[in-house]
Every structure is written in structure tokens, then in C-alpha cells.
């Protein structure tokens, strides 16, 4: 296996049972625009088009490649002389969120994320009930996040913004960091593991497109100044993009900044990620147990003693209850 398909995740592809055959040529969508893809390859990135099928099913975002996806590229050269996507290979997860229209319906952001950061500054940009709504849109998808809070050479009042942070985390790491300087950065892209992929997610101006940059060492995306009393409606960054990070580093996705977090519920990606919750859930007196006043619920029990599934209850629920004000789940046993 080529070392340009390792540093693209092939192996998560593997693990999974996926064979690499020699006639197939097999990539990554690094960037989606319409008709047209960019596909990252053993021989570098690929232009390429939408098959028939993708574009016949406009409507489902489920058959539409997204910045993430694995694909196989039919070589045979189309009308238009790009070649096209084959095949859209199964996504093992994807960060979505809920899209309104005459009924809500999934878009699916970013396909295959390992994890997600998600981006908030620590300047007039700082709000943790918007966090909170972050960090939400990536539990509901099943995905674990890590907080990282820029701008931190800006500001001198770290400690109490960081208190007020705490009742909301539920044992997400998280950094203050200047995206400016890489030995801030450190220690939160040490989450990201060697052929692993992140989403950046955030406001628009907290700094994700400058934090790519600054990890490719070049200036890949746009980014730009922000004015205190005007940043209405602009966003720098107007597509997803994914980007491999030098040596050995992972992969990083960066987004258009989002107004708002629309939290999207994915119940199959859920059983995944909250299953040791949901094995314990079994032994709760009540089949229905909601796993918040009942009497004899195991989860809780399990909570009162154990920081990880304290964590992963306190997840779980606000997600799956809907709760947007964490000070209202049960206090602690
Ligand atoms: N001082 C400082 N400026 C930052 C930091 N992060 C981002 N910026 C600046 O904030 C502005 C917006 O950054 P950008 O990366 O375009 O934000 P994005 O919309 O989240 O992609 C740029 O002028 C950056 O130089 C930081 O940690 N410290
Ligand atoms: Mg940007
Ligand atoms: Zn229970």
C-alpha cells in the first residue's frame, strides 16, 4: 500500500474490509463544487465529475460525495473529459447537521471525521451556551470533540472564562491556544492520530482557516481580519476543504463558519459511540429508563463512581433529551 493512501486513512478503510485491487483507483474528495469533485490520489489530486447516479440524486445528500469520502475514479474519460466517480465507498461516520427545508433533512458536512474540533474565541466571540451547541452537534453524530479556544494572546481573563466553560464540557478536552503559534497547538493536534481526519467547526472569524494554515506551514485558505462591529454575513471561507498535514500529521477539514449549530441526530452512529451506556442501560429497573430522576438506573449508579461514564451520561442525555441547558440535568448522586 503506497504511503500517499496511508496518509489519506486508507488503514480505517482496511480494517473495515476493504480491498485494494490494482485496476481501481481509489481517493479521497478533498473538495466538492457542484458537478465537480477534487480527489486526492497516489498520483495526486484528481479533477473529476459526478457519475449519472450521483447526479440524478441531488435530493439525497446521502449519494452525493462529500469533502471526506472515500471514492473509486472510472478512468475512461467522460464528455467532458474529466474522469468520473465510480463508486462512493460505505462513510464509517460523518458530521451532519439538520438543514431546513419543507421538512428538515440531514446534510452530511464532512464524511469519515475521526473527530471534531470544534473552534471558539476567547475575545467577543466567547459564548458557552453557543459551545455548548457545538460540542452537541458533534455528540449527536457520535463523534468526540475537543475545544479549542483561540485568541488566548489576546485576552486576560482566562481562569473565569474557563470556570464558566466547566459544567458544559462533560470531559471534552480543552485548549486556549494563539493559531498564530505552534507551540500552542501541540498539544490539542496531538488528538489527532496519524492517518485520523478532523473537522474544524466554529463561528465564522475564530480562527480554523488560519489554524490550517498554520499547520501546513503555507497559506492554503483565505483568511481574514475581523472588525469588531462588523462581522455580519461574511464568511472568508466558502467551502469545505480538506488538507493533509505534513509528516505524519492527520488530516484536517476546515469549514465556512456556522451562524448557529442545527444539531443533527444520528441514532446508528449513537449506538456506537455511547455503547458501554447503552449496555448498562439494559440493567436499569424501568425498560424506558430516561436515565435521569428514575430509581434504580444503572447508568447513574455507574456515574456516581465513574468520571468516564459521568462524562458519557451527561453527553448522552443532553442529545438524546434535548436538553440545552445542561443545569438542568439531575445533580450527581
Ligand atoms: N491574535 C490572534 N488572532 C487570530 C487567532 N486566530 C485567528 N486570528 C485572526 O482572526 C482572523 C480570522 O481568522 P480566520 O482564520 O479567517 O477565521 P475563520 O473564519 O474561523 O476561518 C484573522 O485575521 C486571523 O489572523 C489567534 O489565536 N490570535
Ligand atoms: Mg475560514
Ligand atoms: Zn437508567
Redesign the pocket.
Known amino acids: 500500500m503506497s504511503d500517499q493512501l496511508n496518509q489519506l486513512g486508507v488503514q480505517a478503510l482496511m480494517t473495515r474490509g476493504y480491498e485494494l485491487t490494482k485496476h481501481v483507483m481509489l481517493g479521497r474528495v478533498s473538495r466538492q463544487d457542484r458537478q465537480r469533485v477534487t480527489v486526492l490520489t497516489e498520483e495526486g489530486p484528481i479533477r473529476a465529475v459526478l457519475n449519472q447516479k450521483n447526479r440524478l440524486s441531488q435530493k439525497n445528500e446521502n449519494l452525493i460525495p462529500a469533502v471526506g469520502d472515500w471514492v473509486e475514479i472510472d478512468r475512461t474519460l467522460a464528455e467532458s473529459e474529466l474522469p468520473s466517480i465510480k463508486a462512493l465507498l460505505p462513510r464509517y461516520s460523518k458530521l451532519s447537521r439538520r438543514a431546513a427545508g419543507d421538512a428538515p433533512f440531514e446534510q452530511v458536512l464532512v464524511a469519515n471525521p475521526d473527530l471534531v474540533f470544534v473552534?471558539s474565541?476567547l475575545d467577543q466571540n466567547f459564548n458557552p451556551n453557543r459551545i455548548q451547541r457545538f460540542l452537541s452537534m458533534a455528540w449527536s453524530c457520535g463523534l468526540p470533540a475537543v475545544l479549542l479556544l483561540?485568541?488566548?494572546?489576546?485576552i486576560d481573563q482566562l481562569p473565569e472564562k474557563l470556570k464558566l466553560l466547566e459544567p458544559i464540557l462533560c470531559g471534552t478536552p480543552v485548549y486556549p491556544?494563539?493559531?498564530?503559534?505552534a507551540s500552542t497547538l501541540a498539544a490539542p493536534l496531538a488528538h489527532l492520530k496519524s492517518g485520523q481526519c478532523a473537522a474544524?467547526i466554529?463561528?465564522?472569524?475564530?480562527?480554523?482557516?488560519?489554524?490550517?494554515?498554520q499547520l501546513l506551514g503555507f497559506d492554503q485558505?483565505?483568511?481574514?481580519?475581523?472588525r469588531a462591529f462588523d462581522d455580519k454575513g461574511r464568511?472568508?471561507?466558502t467551502h469545505r476543504e480538506l488538507c493533509v498535514l505534513p509528516g505524519s500529521g492527520g488530516l484536517i477539514i476546515?469549514t465556512?463558519?456556522m451562524r448557529e449549530a442545527q444539531i443533527w441526530y444520528d441514532e446508528a452512529q449513537l449506538q456506537v459511540r455511547y455503547r458501554n451506556l447503552l449496555d448498562l442501560a439494559r440493567h436499569c429497573k424501568f425498560t424506558n429508563c430516561r436515565h435521569l430522576e428514575e430509581p434504580d438506573c444503572s447508568v447513574r449508579n455507574q456515574a456516581s463512581t465513574d468520571v468516564a461514564m459521568d462524562n458519557l451520561w451527561r453527553q448522552y442525555c443532553l442529545v438524546t433529551h434535548g436538553i440545552t441547558d445542561i443545569s438542568k440535568l439531575p445533580s450527581k448522586r
Do not use: C, F, Q, Y
Open positions: 473552534v474565541g483561540s485568541k488566548a494572546d489576546l491556544v494563539n493559531m498564530h503559534s474544524l466554529g463561528s465564522s472569524g475564530v480562527g480554523k482557516s488560519t489554524l490550517v494554515n485558505m483565505i483568511t481574514r481580519e475581523v464568511h472568508t471561507t476546515d465556512p463558519g
